[in-house]
Each structure stands twice: as C-alpha cells, then as structure tokens.
C-alpha cells in the first residue's frame, strides 16, 4: 500500500491476524474498505493481507504492541499516510489469563487493562478527528459475554470487558452529536486461537465451554464478524449505544442440561 488517499471507506481493526478480528478484515474487503491490519504477529497479518490483496481488495499491515503508548499515534499517522481517511475502528484485540482473586498481581491487573481497556480508550481518542469527517463513522468494540456473566477464573478479562461495555456507551451518548455510533459486539464462547494462550488442556477447555452455550456448540469467527459489519455498516445508521450479544445464548444462562 502506498501513501495517498482513498475515495472508499476505510476501517481500522486490531487483533487483525487472527480469529474474529481476521474474519472481520474478509468481511470488511469484501465490501469495498480499505483494511488497516493492526496486531503484533507481523506473518499472520501479512497472510490476512495477501487473502484481501489476491480477492482485489486493499489492506496495510501495521505491527505494534497495543499496550504501548505511542501505538494509537502510530496507528493513524500510518493509516492516514497511506488512506487519508479513517471511517470506522474495530476494537478487537484481547488479553485473557485466567486466575481466581489469590492469583492476581499487578502485572497480571496492568496486561488486561492495558490492552483491553487503555488501548482501545487512547486508539478511539486518537482516531476522532478523522472519524469526525467522517460521513459514516463508527466505532466497534468487541465485548465478551464474561462482561455481563461470572465465569470461574474469568475475573480479570471479565471486568476489561465490563470496563468496555460502559465505555461504549459513555461514547455513543458523547459522540452522537458528532454522527459518530458506537455500539458492542459481545461474542461468547468462538472458536479462536485465544483459548490457547490460557488453556494447557485445550480438548477439556473445548468441550467445557460449547457445554455452557444453550445452542450446544462454538461459534465461528464469521458469525461474529458479519454482526460487526452489520452494526458498522450505514444500513443501520439509528442504532448506538448497543451491546449485542453473539453468543449462541451464553449469556442466557448454563443449560440445565448440563447441570448448571
Ligand atoms: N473466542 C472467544 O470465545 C471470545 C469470546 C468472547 C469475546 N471474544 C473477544 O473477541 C476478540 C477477538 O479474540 P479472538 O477470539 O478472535 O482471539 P485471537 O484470535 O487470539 O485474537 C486476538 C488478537 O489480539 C491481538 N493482540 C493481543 N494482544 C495484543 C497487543 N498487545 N497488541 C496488538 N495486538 C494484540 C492478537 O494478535 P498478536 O498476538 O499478533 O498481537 C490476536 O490477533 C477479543 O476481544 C476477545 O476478547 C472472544
């Protein structure tokens, strides 16, 4: 990608070279956006790229780490240089380790809210004067259903994305005037590569997990990423402030069934 402006929207999205965040890339290209590819893992968004480059789209891989304080700026100085425009941001990337309340250190409390938190916090503030020229803003925060329900072991992420929940809102109630929406996408339970950074026995974590979700499986990451196209998409220009969940019923409560 090289430096200039774009006459197409263009969306930010971080976490970008996997899972939900690489499936909202797809889907984003697929209608036209110019797809910035943020994450830390520079071979995974590079492969995400080539997919959107080969199906004729246009993507910019950035690599940094979000929990660092210069990354927002990085972000859209690379983005504007490259598309002169940001009209939507997707954020997506994610820290999770799981622990019970005799497990926290500060570390453990600074990496969740570093990255789940502070960084889509700096990123958005970065991105407003850009999504304020927008004629199509938006901005997509990627909850959890842990941030309305108690998970065992889930105490830390859980309230990242609880945290992130009332930013929405705080937002979409600023930004309205702005024409600016925000709104959440809370997901549970979708088969990513995220439960392996915390699960030593991914089988058991597996099945455990598809036996809490009331429609008795994971879901996918495009399940997931067509609900962020949709409530970022101009189709849905009333709607701001929503958490919606994406969960196959996780939030609904354990089945009976499984013994909950
Ligand atoms: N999978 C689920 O069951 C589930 C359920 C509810 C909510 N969610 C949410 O869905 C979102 C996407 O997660 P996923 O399931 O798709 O997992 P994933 O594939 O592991 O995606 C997370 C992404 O975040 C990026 N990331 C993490 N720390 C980062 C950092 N410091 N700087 C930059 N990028 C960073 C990772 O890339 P690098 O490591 O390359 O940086 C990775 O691509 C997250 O917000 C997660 O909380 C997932």
Redo the contacts with the bound molecule.
């Keep these: 990608m090289s430096g200039g402006s774009s006459n197409n929207p263009v969306v930010i999205i971080?976490?970008?070279?996997?899972?939900?965040?690489a499936a909202t890339a797809r889907r984003f290209a697929s209608h036209g956006y110019g797809v910035v590819l943020?994450?830390?893992?520079q071979g995974?968004l590079d492969d995400v790229r080539s997919d959107i480059v080969e199906g004729g789209g246009s993507a910019l891989v950035v690599t940094?780490?979000?929990?660092s304080d210069e990354s927002a700026e990085e972000v859209v100085a690379r983005t504007t240089s490259a598309y002169g425009r940001i009209d939507v941001l997707v954020n997506?990337?994610?820290?999770?380790q799981t622990g019970v309340l005799d497990d926290v250190t500060p570390e453990l409390v600074d990496r969740h809210f570093d990255?789940n938190v502070r960084a889509p916090l700096l990123l958005t503030q970065a991105c407003l004067a850009h999504l304020r020229r927008s004629p199509e803003a938006s901005v997509v925060n990627?909850g959890?259903?842990?941030g309305s329900i108690v998970m065992p072991g889930t105490m830390l992420y859980g309230s990242t994305?609880a945290a992130l929940e009332y930013l929405t809102r705080a937002w979409a109630y600023q930004l309205a005037s702005d024409r600016i929406r925000v709104n959440c996408i809370a997901?549970?339970?979708?088969d990513?590569?995220?439960?392996a950074?915390y699960s030593d026995n991914l089988e058991k974590t597996y099945a455990d997990l598809a036996r809490r979700v009331p429609m008795g499986r994971m879901g996918t990451?495009e399940e997931v990423a067509e609900w962020i196209w949709i409530v970022a998409s101009p189709p849905t220009s009333w709607s701001t402030g929503n958490i919606i969940h994406v969960d196959g019923g996780h939030v609904l409560g354990i089945p009976e069934a499984a013994g909950g």
């Design positions: 971080t976490g970008a070279g996997s899972g939900i965040g943020v994450g830390r893992r995974l940094v780490d979000l929990a997506n990337a994610a820290y999770i990255v990627v959890s259903s842990l994305k997901p549970g339970v979708i990513t590569p995220i439960h950074t990451p």
